[in-house]
């Protein structure tokens, strides 16, 4: 490949990541790359040079990106334990604990067999989690952060 097409590829890219959730909504082709292609008095052109097929999968990669309803993000798990009988009644009240002294932070209770655990927060980055983690720390010695699939709407 010559480095201008691969600069064209580059650039193409990353307009898409940028851009990925406009689609246009009569037609598979991205947003974005009908602005480019547009012309208006007194501004230049951009033509892109590209087979049907490539406007086809980019089409599909966003559709399917707009789909989803989860991303990959952190949560801080504050509860772990497998004693039947008694881990799901104190789930219920380590979040009850974390909902009164933390609110607007969303705490949930999952069986993940054989644990009842208490997760708390939806963060993208790592970062983000450990923040609430330094600070739920004192309440919580034994908190731990999670990579997981966090639901897009609690962002």
Same mark, same amino acid.
Do not use: L, P, V, W
């Given at each position: 490949m010559s480095q201008p097409i691969i600069v064209r590829l580059l650039v193409l890219i990353i307009i898409l990541q940028i851009y990925s959730p406009l689609v246009a909504q009569n037609s598979k082709r991205p947003v974005i790359l009908n602005e480019i292609t547009s012309s208006k008095n007194g501004e230049g052109k951009v033509e892109i040079i590209q087979d049907k097929k490539i406007d086809e999968l980019l089409g599909k990669y966003i559709e399917s990106n707009t789909q989803k309803n989860t991303i990959t993000g952190y949560r801080i798990c504050i509860f772990s334990e497998s +004693?039947? =009988?008694?881990?799901?009644? +104190?789930? =219920?009240?380590?979040?009850t604990k974390f909902i009164s002294n933390y609110p607007g932070i969303d705490a949930s209770i999952r069986y993940e067999r054989p644990d009842w655990r208490v997760f708390v927060g939806n963060y993208r980055s790592r970062t983000e989690a450990f923040r609430l983690k330094k600070q739920i720390e004192p309440m919580f010695p034994n908190a731990y952060i999670v990579e997981t699939q966090i639901d897009l709407s609690k962002l």
């Open positions: +004693k039947q =009988g008694i881990a799901k009644t +104190k789930a =219920g009240d380590i979040r």
